[in-house]
T-cell receptor
């Protein structure tokens, strides 16, 4: 079982819709979770971090964490074509090591 | 401007010819790390450094060396590159002690023939 799993996609949504990206992880002691956005040919960019169960909102982005289910998600409201990218979930393991998922490709159509 | 820089950005080389990819950050970060990114495998950590003169292996250290003589610089050395080291390489740094919330350089695309 991979430490961090994401559906590779692509996830296709129309402009203005809500995009929901999901991630599961295997290490129960993980305490810190991150979402990175990576445009094609570019480097990953940190967009959200979440440390506690529940929701964390930042503009159009909401990160949701459920440690009991070992599940973290990212919601993007009012999706724009400029949101089209690969979204990487990263989880800090018990040894404070950052493990990345392979990413979900999001396509937002005008 | 706060940033992580890498050089070169693109490199084509031949098997066995030693090369160094430089990484520098101007944010006074203690933690620095090297990753490689391959299709279907995602980002995998090669080496990381918690501070000057402190380095440790990540998940895929074979065939790579690093050094951390100054806080701002963290070069990646391939003593004898092989075709399986053809990849996209990223350097990252973090202000957090545990190396979390990492900020990435622009990447170096390496091809070994």
């Amino acid at each position: 079982q991979k430490e961090v799993e994401q559906n590779s996609g692509p996830l296709s949504v129309p402009e203005g819709a809500i995009a929901s990206l999901n991630c599961t992880y295997s290490d129960r002691v993980s305490q810190s979770f991150f979402w990175y956005r990576q445009y094609s040919g570019k480097s990953p960019e940190l967009i959200m971090s979440i440390y506690s169960n529940g929701d964390k909102e930042d503009g159009r982005f909401t990160a949701q964490l459920n440690k009991a289910s070992q599940y973290v998600s990212l919601l993007i409201r009012d999706s724009q074509p400029s949101d089209s990218a690969t979204y990487l979930c990263a989880v800090a393991t018990g040894f404070q090591k950052l493990v990345f998922g392979t990413g979900t490709r999001l396509l937002v159509s005008p | 401007e706060a940033q992580v820089t890498q050089n070169p950005r693109y490199l084509i080389t031949v098997t066995g010819k030693k090369l160094t990819v430089t990484c520098s950050q101007n944010m006074n970060h203690e933690y620095m790390s090297w990753y490689r990114q391959d299709p279907g495998l995602g980002l995998r950590q090669i080496y990381y450094s918690m501070n000057v003169e402190v380095t440790d292996k990540g998940d895929v250290p074979e065939g790579y060396k690093v050094s951390r003589k100054e806080k701002r610089n963290f070069p990646l050395i391939l003593e004898s590159p092989s075709p399986n080291q053809t990849s996209l390489y990223f350097c990252a740094s973090s202000f957090k002690r545990g190396g979390l919330e990492q900020y990435f350089g622009p990447g170096t695309r390496l091809t070994v023939t």
